[in-house]
């Protein structure tokens, strides 16, 4: 079982509709969670941290469940500037050291 | 404020080339430093990380090689390019504690 696993999509959604993703992590001592975006053929950028509580910015909420090990992304009011790739982080113990991991990324497209 | 370069941004190298692509990380003092490489719809792959000077840890044999010959510089380099040596490579630092996980703007290689 992979460390962080997403849906690659692409989910293709209109203009001002609401979608969500999941990403699941293996290792129950995962500590840190983040989401990034990566837009075609650039760099990934922090998009927001993950809080166990659950944090929104603006049109955007993401949300932990500690006990069946998912995180999740959730747009509102979807913009043609939101898509792009967005990648799952989770920072952990392995081994003894802290590592992150990124997920492969699940592609958003807006559509008009 | 930190800031994270990287060149170039697009090369094109002959198969059996040396290549060395540099990254140098401003504002901060004893990052903690990262190659990473993206294969064309693929995943970031975690090739070599660095926690300080002439420390270089490697995820993945391979033919390239990292040096941190100063705190805020990290380089990677082939002696010798393969095809499948081809992608988009990031380098990216984080704080000691993993936090604050930056992106340079990447260099995309071709391979031919």
């Known amino acids: 079982r992979k460390e962080v696993e997403q849906d690659p999509g692409p989910f293709n959604v209109p203009e001002g509709a609401t979608v969500a993703f999941n990403c699941t992590y293996s290792?129950?001592?995962?500590?840190?969670f983040f989401w990034y975006r990566q837009d075609c053929r650039k760099e990934p950028k922090l998009l927001m941290s993950?809080?166990?509580s659950g944090n929104e910015d603006g049109r955007f909420t993401a949300q932990l469940n500690r006990a069946s090990q998912y995180i999740s992304l959730l747009i509102r009011d979807s913009k043609l500037s939101d898509s792009a790739t967005y990648l799952c982080?989770?920072?952990?113990?392995?081994?003894?050291?802290?590592?992150?991991?990124f997920g492969t990324g699940t592609k958003l497209q807006v559509i008009p | 404020s930190q800031t994270i370069h990287q060149w170039p941004a697009t090369l094109v190298q002959p198969v059996g080339s040396p290549l060395s692509l540099e990254c140098t990380v401003e504002?901060?003092?004893?990052?903690?430093l990262y190659w990473y490489r993206q294969a064309a719809g693929r995943g970031l792959q975690l090739l070599f990380y660095?926690?300080?000077?002439?420390?270089i840890s490697s995820e993945v044999p391979q033919n390239l090689s990292a040096s941190r010959p100063q705190d805020r510089q990290f380089i990677l380099s082939s002696k010798k390019l393969l095809l499948s040596d081809s992608g988009f490579y990031l380098c990216?630092?984080?704080?000691?504690?993993?936090?604050?996980?930056?992106f340079g703007s990447g260099t995309r290689l071709t391979v031919v």
């Open positions: 990216a630092w984080s704080r000691q504690d993993l936090y604050g996980y930056t």
């Open positions: 660095s926690v300080g000077i002439g420390q």
């Open positions: 290792n129950s001592a995962s500590q840190s």
């Open positions: 993950v809080y166990s």
């Open positions: 982080v989770v920072r952990m113990n392995s081994g003894g050291y802290q590592k992150v991991t």
């Open positions: 504002g901060t003092s004893n990052p903690n």
